[in-house]
């Protein structure tokens, strides 16, 4: 069936520096995607998203990237601060269901070290 | 303006046991979203409701049902647990874009 998966489970960056987050889309068809930030006890919090029509979004030190050649997101964070430590998921939605039906990804934790 | 709320934040129950577990959605938000997050993974989708009527059922057993209410609360129902139901179940809300959905903190459920 079609997933959303991520290529690193466990990332670890030095503080200042800047990380790479990645995750392969296998549904083609899906035309919208959304990267969440998981704290620990906490519930996914939206950082950014992106729509297939668009190859690059920024935000506040975040940027996410699509490359639909391949079927290839990245979220890239800036200066990452220890405030960034967390689980990232990349999200589609598929093109049929809608509403909120959001297929995650297993994760990546982003472990920031000072 | 409050975020979604869930509610109980803990839950302890048995095996065989049912258990009900609740959502606010945001102020104006028609749709709920019910998420299951195992520990270690992502989470998984179980249900979704628009207007009070279910929009998506994701690949859940029948022990499972939901309903959304007249003010846009939702209820998660789950029937005979077993422990494999342990999981932090996640509420999440959404406008008019299909493309929203801003969670809530979750309901951690602890079968024993």
């Known amino acids: 069936g079609e997933s959303v998966g991520l290529h690193l489970p466990t990332l670890s960056v030095q503080e200042g520096d800047n990380s790479i987050i990645n995750c392969a889309y296998s549904n083609s068809a899906s035309d919208y995607f959304i990267w969440y930030k998981q704290e620990s006890g906490k519930g996914p919090q939206f950082i950014i998203d992106i729509r297939s029509n668009m190859d690059k979004r920024q935000g506040q030190r975040v940027t996410v990237l699509l490359n639909k050649t391949v079927k290839h997101l990245s979220l890239q964070i800036a200066a990452t601060q220890p405030g960034d430590s967390a689980v990232y998921f990349c999200a589609e939605i598929p093109p049929i269901g809608g509403y909120n039906k959001l297929i995650f990804g297993a994760g990546t934790r982003l472990a920031v070290h000072p | 303006d409050a975020g979604v709320t869930q509610s109980p934040t803990h839950l302890i129950k048995t095996r065989g046991q049912h258990v009900t577990l609740r959502c606010s959605p945001i102020?104006?938000?028609?749709?709920v979203s019910w998420y299951q997050q195992v520990l270690g993974q992502g989470p998984q989708f179980i249900f979704q409701?628009?207007?009070?009527?279910?929009?998506g059922r994701g690949n859940f057993p029948d022990r499972f049902s939901a309903r959304q209410f007249p003010n846009y609360s939702s209820e998660l129902n789950v029937n005979a647990l077993l422990l494999g139901d342990s999981a932090l179940y996640l509420c999440a809300s959404g406008g008019e874009l299909n493309t929203e959905a801003f969670f809530g903190q979750g309901t951690r459920l602890t079968v024993v």
């Open positions: 102020s104006g938000h028609k749709s």
């Open positions: 409701y628009y207007e009070k009527e279910e929009r």
